[in-house]
């Protein structure tokens, strides 16, 4: 079974090398095989078939029964990813933890004050401008909090939200409920929109790794109608607003 180069250049990347990739699709295909026959469906050599499909078996992409010949099937592409995904998941948290337990003391011994990269933006039009060039750069994932005094960036940035909901980026929009009901109506088009009473502040993370955090009047009880942002690529940072965000989401319904 042939896959395309894109696929193969994705499974390599998460750690299945040529001749695994090759037997795990054929498998995809026949469905239970030997051995043997595996070796010539997919043009993997008889002597290293055994060790790829114990590899793939510890990888959990493979299965097998205890028939003599041995038969061997590929677990679901889901299934197998799963595996993969919780496994690398658990070794980067082991391997953070020891990392950190051994060079966090000695960066903070050094007495060295970590200096991230922050700025303040005024302006409609410079927020603006900043906004659409964060999600011109998005690939996967836009998070959106919008208070009141930020629905007229919201229009102006419905052209770029209409262009990554084409490419199939997932957005996902939290709005004041002063909102106009017409603006959100457009916005159920392109995003999972939800409604927060009372949304003082909001903000924009792109990535789950740039961020724009929006301060309207709302926020500071002042009579200034200016929106202030400020924005940063800081990890922990990022890491942060993310984590909020997804807790200003609990209590919220979806607007259909």
């Known amino acids: 079974m042939s896959v395309s180069d894109q696929t193969r250049k994705s499974l390599e990347k998460i750690g299945l090398t040529g001749y695994e990739i090759k037997a795990f699709t054929s498998m995809l295909k026949t469905g239970e095989i030997t051995a043997s026959e595996l070796s010539q469906q997919s043009n993997v050599p008889y002597s290293k078939i055994y060790e790829v499909l114990g590899i ?9 029964d205890e028939s003599r010949p041995t038969k061997y099937f590929a677990k679901s592409p889901n299934s ?8 690398a998941e658990e070794n980067f948290a082991k391997n953070e933890k020891i990392i950190l337990n051994d060079l966090n003391p000695i960066y903070k011994k050094s007495g060295t004050a970590e200096r991230p990269d922050i700025w303040v933006l005024t302006g409609t039009m ?3 401008t900043k906004i659409l060039e964060m999600i011109d750069t998005c690939r996967e994932e836009v998070l959106i909090a919008i208070p009141k005094a930020g629905e007229e960036l919201v229009k102006q940035a419905l052209p770029k939200l209409r262009h990554l909901h084409d490419k199939g980026v997932k957005i996902t929009i939290l709005t004041s409920d002063r909102f ?4 959100i ?3 159920t088009r392109l995003a999972t929109v939800k409604i927060k009473k009372g949304l003082f502040g909001g903000g924009i993370i792109s990535d789950k790794h740039n ?10 009880h002042s009579n200034a109608s200016e929106i202030i942002a400020i924005c940063t690529d800081h990890a922990e940072l990022s890491g942060f607003a993310t984590e909020y ?3 200003l989401l ?3 319904s979806k607007v259909k």
Not at 57 to 62: A, D, I, L, N, R
Not at 180 to 183: A, T
Not at 211 to 220: F, K, Q
């Open 211 to 220: 961020v724009v955090i929006l301060l309207g009047p709302e926020i500071s």
């Open 126 to 128: 410079n927020i603006v």
């Open 245 to 247: 965000f997804e807790y």
């Open 250 to 252: 609990k209590d919220v």
């Open 56 to 64: 793939l078996e510890e990888k959990g992409w493979v299965g097998s």
């Open 185 to 187: 109506k457009g916005l």
């Open 80 to 87: 197998a990813l799963q595996t993969t995904k919780q496994r």
């Open 180 to 183: 106009d009901k017409n603006v």
